[in-house]
């Protein structure tokens, strides 16, 4: 679903610029390679999405938010160190999509002569993926004598003669 005129957001910060977001979905392929001529794949799984954002904020803000006012790069910053570190899935919302359940993997900020009254950075997001669990209950009786099985009945057993090689058989016929 496009989202038209969304305002890009990474959990609930929002930045004074997106100058660049890169999605990626990958689908990977199980490979097997055969005796001979090419590799045959037998299926094929979702990676988890990945998203990069290049983002800035200036310190000469015309109005306050989430970062205040003043050094609103050094707070930008500290506020993306700290959502990484919490390693506490966030919702990412650009123009293309909105994403759930994704971690800040990486912040890189150059910090030059460019920078000097602004933050820009390149922060890296990957989805994760959630697995759901569910609890089966089991009746006391049935968990309080697990060796217990139902029984069937499958008639009297027969002793069979041990099976022999093809030599011993040999070798019996010509009495050896």
Not at 107 to 118: G, K, L, R, S, V
Not at 138 to 157: L, V
Request: proline residues 5%; without cysteine; charged residues 20%.
């Amino acid at each position: 679903m496009a989202l038209v005129g969304v305002r890009t957001s990474i959990g609930d910060l929002y930045f004074d610029a997106d100058f660049r977001i890169d999605h990626t979905g990958k689908v990977t392929t199980t490979d097997h390679p055969v005796e001979i001529g090419s590799n045959i794949s037998d299926h094929a799984y979702v990676e988890p999405d990945e998203v990069s954002i290049e983002i800035g904020v200036s310190d000469s803000a015309y109005a306050a938010d989430n970062f205040g006012t003043g050094m609103r790069s050094v707070t930008a910053f500290q506020e993306l160190r700290k959502a990484k570190s919490r390693r506490e899935p966030l919702t990412v919302v650009t123009r293309l999509n909105t994403y759930k359940n994704m971690l800040i993997t990486s912040i890189i900020a150059p910090d030059d002569f460019t920078t000097m009254n602004a933050f820009r950075a390149t922060v890296m997001l990957r989805e994760i993926l959630m697995a759901e669990t569910h609890t089966v209950s089991i009746s006391p009786r049935a968990s309080a004598q697990p060796q217990k099985t139902n029984r069937t009945n499958s008639g009297a057993k027969q002793p069979e003669q041990p099976r022999q090689s093809v030599l011993r058989q040999a070798a019996t016929q010509l009495g050896l």
